[in-house]
């Protein structure tokens, strides 16, 4: 498996990881039962497309990302502090749609520095990125 695909396949974990990790810390705080069941779903699906990147990894016998404490505590820690004072429907919505503008921002630049990627891993990073793009447009209406 060339280096490229491997990024790349890397990158779509640490994504997906970190999404599937903010709506666990954030699912608590939601109040609006059609914005838990999005929610749910959408940490269903992010585990899909984990489960697919590590897949891949595996039959390239490529490692799988790692990721430091530190960033699993920014996480968590930036979401209490962002829903401390306000857990209402629309700041949740608000915020899940940021996050999935960084995680399209990072694909984005993964896919651009990482250009000799096959057609394999591009095609994880695309599922993931589309992905993203219909959460944002689902998440619109709640805001």
């Known amino acids: 498996m060339r280096s490229d695909d491997v990024k790349v396949l890397q990158e779509v974990q640490r994504n997906a990881k970190m999404a599937m990790k903010a709506i666990d810390t954030i699912s608590e705080k939601v109040y609006d039962d059609s914005l838990a069941i999005q ?8 585990g899909d497309i984990y489960n697919k990147a590590t897949d891949r990894l595996l039959d390239g016998k490529a490692p799988s990302y790692r990721e430091t404490g530190f ?60 992905f993203e793009e219909k959460n944002i447009e689902r998440l619109k209406k709640y805001l």
Do not use: C, P
Not at 76 to 85: D, E, F, I, Q, W
Not at 87 to 106: C, K, P, V
């Open 39 to 46: 929610v749910a779903r959408e940490s269903m699906k992010y």
């Open 71 to 130: 960033q699993d505590l920014m996480l968590k820690g930036g979401v209490k502090a962002n829903t401390m004072l306000n857990t209402s429907t629309s700041h949740i919505a608000e915020l899940m749609i940021q996050g999935s503008n960084r995680g399209l921002t990072s694909m984005w630049k993964a896919i651009n520095h990482h250009e000799n990627a096959g057609e394999v891993s591009m095609e994880v990073a695309k599922e993931l990125m589309d």
